[in-house]
């Protein structure tokens, strides 16, 4: 029996499924289609080291996510009721016999 599936392997003309190529091939077919959806011929080169933000800065945005985060804690819970219609619309038809 072994000796007759080394035989059948052997006249086999299926190809083995690399399956880590086909991921490799379909990140650069998905690449590629973004890549012209945004009009660019290549990738953008990797940005310059960011700079240290000054103190300004970051003393401004602390202190702009601290009052939206009080806000958000004096703001009373949404009520789920609120999702939905708070209107019926009523839309009278005729009998198909009229």
Known sequence: LLAVLGC??????????????????RIEAV?????????????????????PLPEEVRALYNSTRELLRQRALLRPPEDPEDYYAKELLRFPMETPGD
């Open 8 to 25: 059948v392997r052997a006249l086999s003309t299926c190809r083995t499924l690399d399956l880590e190529a086909a991921r490799l091939k």
């Open 31 to 51: 690449r590629g289609q973004i890549l012209s959806k945004l009009r660019l011929p290549a990738p953008p080169p990797d940005p310059a080291p960011a700079r």
